[in-house]
């Protein structure tokens, strides 16, 4: 099955830096890619997706980028804010024809002021 | 719209104690999913419905867990003698198909005592 690996498990940056958390997979025919934020106690929220026959997706502050070759994408977030603060998820769909989806185990992103 | 529902929000029951936990998708999502989050960790996929499609249980970690839904819409997760290793937040998602971005219920969160 499929295997995502998730980097740093913690990451401290200063307001108004950015910020960028790396996910590699296994499955070469992944095809989906969320990206979750998860504030304390609160259930997952999804920010943004992206599937594999695009290499980079944009919106506002934060954006995804997938490298197929490498089985690896990363989430950007520009100018970060405390609001920012939470631990983050990656994940991707496995092949074959379901919806399943394989987490990382998390990265806890603290926007220092 | 009104999100994913799950009750109860929290759970406390006793080792060998059979529990049942609900499941209300978000309306017109075709999709329901269950994972599972230890402290700390990641999501864990359990089992997924789509439609009138046999459930894919693959992730279910043994025969003491079961899930059933009812009528396309409600969904049941029955954990039974329950362990203290099942003690975790229990999670919903839906989506607009197969395809679709999947949208998390708030948990349940389960002790086993």
């Known amino acids: 099955g499929e295997n995502v690996e998730q980097h740093p498990s913690t990451l401290s940056v200063q307001e108004g830096d950015s910020a960028v958390i790396k996910c590699t997979y296994s499955?070469?025919?992944?095809?989906?890619f969320p990206w979750y934020k998860q504030e304390l106690g609160k259930r997952p929220q999804l920010i943004i997706d992206i599937r594999s026959n695009v290499g980079e997706k944009k919106d506002q502050r934060i954006a995804v980028t997938l490298n197929k070759t490498a089985k690896h994408f990363s989430l950007h977030i520009t100018e970060t804010q405390p609001e920012d603060s939470a631990v983050y998820f990656c994940?991707?769909?496995?092949?074959?024809?379901?919806?399943?989806?394989?987490f990382g185990t998390g990265t806890q992103l603290k926007v220092e002021l | 719209g009104a999100g994913v529902s799950q009750s109860p929000s929290n759970k406390v029951t006793e080792k060998g104690k059979d529990v049942e936990l609900r499941c209300d998708p978000i309306s017109g999502h075709t999709a329901l999913y269950w994972y599972r989050q230890s402290l700390g960790q990641g999501l864990e996929f359990l089992i997924y419905f789509q439609g009138n499609s046999a459930p894919d249980k693959s992730g279910l970690p043994s025969d003491r867990f079961s899930a059933e839904r009812t009528g396309g819409s409600v969904s049941t997760l029955t954990i039974q003698r329950t362990q203290q290793e099942d003690s975790a937040v229990y999670l919903c998602a839906s989506s607009e198909g197969l395809a679709g971005g999947q949208f998390f219920g708030p948990g349940t969160r389960l002790t086993v005592l």
């Open positions: 499955d070469s025919a992944s095809n989906y």
């Open positions: 994940a991707a769909r496995e092949s074959g024809g379901g919806n399943k989806l394989t």
